[in-house]
């Protein structure tokens, strides 16, 4: 049989039921399993036979959605995690200790800017940050010896940015570095980051893949394709010994398409133990099984809200890739030919009062610290994550006054649009 497409995997990947057991993923709410005799459960401790013993370190509801999502992001290995957050972190961590450098875009996550710029670095880790935009030459200059990855956005939250991924990737293996790619707001319905040349795939689970506002959670997707022992001293982690496991060499016992998930599963989830609750997991993976066709409407919904805005007299500026003449147009049609995300940003003219007002009047749209919901919402950060900004400081960051966030739901367009236009002309 042909290789299933992405939305068959979404419905039907990671859980193949027997015969007469459950058609939905069962929640393993169980801390803990059960074993006949202590050796049996020796072998586990010692990565020697796979199976349960403790659900920090694995549990089989958690297993099943992991291995649906590395199976649409096209990987080898997946781990859920507690948070995208946690997600990142790991990813990061589990290559990268102290006195080792990281490249990074400039262009991500606030939560991921803060985490490495101000928490990794004081656990030792040093990140160089680049504009998207840069040159070869920029990007190139950014590596250092003891450089272990590049990090970056497929689009960015909230500077809505497309990465070069290709370009990113070239760099990063000419270094001999993996690249790690936070893919959660276009999803792997929308771009797959591995296909370009990425290594490594991070997720914000809470976002489009939940989809319904209802479980904050991550995930880490292995490519299984960097060949981390062509290194062996940039990532002895991976190729020498580990102390901590009786002694494993991860690349040697699960080879490259194990080695990276399983270190991070037996070193860093058994000792920090950010993972996500089965019980998440099965509400993570209800949202699974709708995201190629909900990830479609959002598109629709956003290009439909995205070209209104643009038309509006009202609306100073609007970004969105999928507009044409938009800055990152070009890179959308490359990376994201189907679709990019449901958010779209664009200026009130008048400024932060006017956005301001302009976000009190909207009736459908609700004012909230989120995006990739199932609901409609929206953010002015100029009033409120970056309050404490003036207008100066809140250019230099790249949020001007009057921006506004914009995350289309799965609602009815027309609704959405007519809900916006009351809200300009109030
Ligand atoms: C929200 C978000 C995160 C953080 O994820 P949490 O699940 O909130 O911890 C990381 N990266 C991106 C791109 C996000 O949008």
């Not at 002015?380 to 100066?392: G, I, L, Y």
Request: hydrophobic residues 35%.
């Amino acid at each position: 049989m042909a290789e299933q497409t992405i939305g068959t995997k979404c419905v039907q990947g990671g859980y193949t039921p027997g015969n007469g057991e459950p058609r939905q993923i069962p929640i393993i709410q169980s801390t803990t399993f059960k074993y006949e005799s202590s050796a049996e459960m020796g072998k586990l401790f010692d990565l020697e036979a796979s199976g349960y013993f403790y659900t920090r370190l694995q549990n089989p509801t958690n297993d099943a959605v992991a291995a649906k999502i590395a199976a649409l992001e096209g990987g080898t290995a997946a781990m859920l995690t507690s948070s995208g957050q946690a997600a990142n972190f790991y990813a990061v961590f589990n290559i990268a200790s102290a006195g080792d450098h990281v490249v990074s875009s400039s262009s991500i996550y606030g939560g991921s800017f803060n985490l490495f710029s101000v928490t990794m670095k004081r656990m030792g880790i040093e990140f160089t940050f680049v504009s998207p935009e840069c040159t070869d030459e920029e990007l190139n200059a950014a590596f250092r010896p003891n450089t272990k990855a590049v990090f970056g956005e497929t689009i960015a939250n909230p500077a809505l940015t497309v990465l070069d991924i290709q370009r990113f990737a070239k760099a990063a293996h000419a270094h001999g570095v993996p690249l790690i790619i936070d893919n959660t707001f276009a999803t792997p319905i929308n771009c797959r980051p591995f296909e370009w040349g990425a290594d490594i795939v991070t997720h914000s689970t809470t976002k489009y893949m939940d989809g319904h506002g209802a479980g904050v959670g991550g995930c880490i997707v292995d490519s299984g394709k960097f060949d981390w022992t062509r290194y062996p001293e940039k990532f002895p982690g991976l190729c020498t010994p580990d102390d901590s496991y009786h002694g494993v060499t991860y690349t040697e016992r699960f080879g490259l398409e194990g080695a990276y998930i399983t270190k991070a599963t037996a070193q860093l989830m058994r000792d920090f133990g950010s993972i996500q609750s089965p019980q998440n997991a099965f509400i993570l993976n209800l949202g699974l099984e709708s995201l190629h066709v909900r990830v479609k409407r959002h598109c629709e919904n956003a290009q439909a809200v995205a070209e209104y805005l643009k038309s509006n007299p009202k609306v100073e500026w609007v970004q969105y890739c999928g507009l044409e003449g938009d800055k990152y147009y070009e890179l959308g049609q490359k990376y994201l030919p189907n679709g990019s995300c449901g958010v779209v940003s664009f200026g009130v003219k008048g400024g932060r009062e006017a956005a301001e007002r302009f976000m009190g009047r909207l009736k459908i749209a609700a004012i909230e610290t989120h995006v990739a919901d199932a609901r409609t919402c929206c953010l002015h950060p100029a009033s409120s994550t970056h309050r404490q900004m003036t207008d100066a400081e809140l250019k230099a960051a790249g949020v001007s006054p009057d921006l506004v966030r914009y995350s289309c739901g799965l609602e009815d367009a027309a609704d959405l649009i007519a809900d916006i236009e009351q809200a300009l002309n109030d």
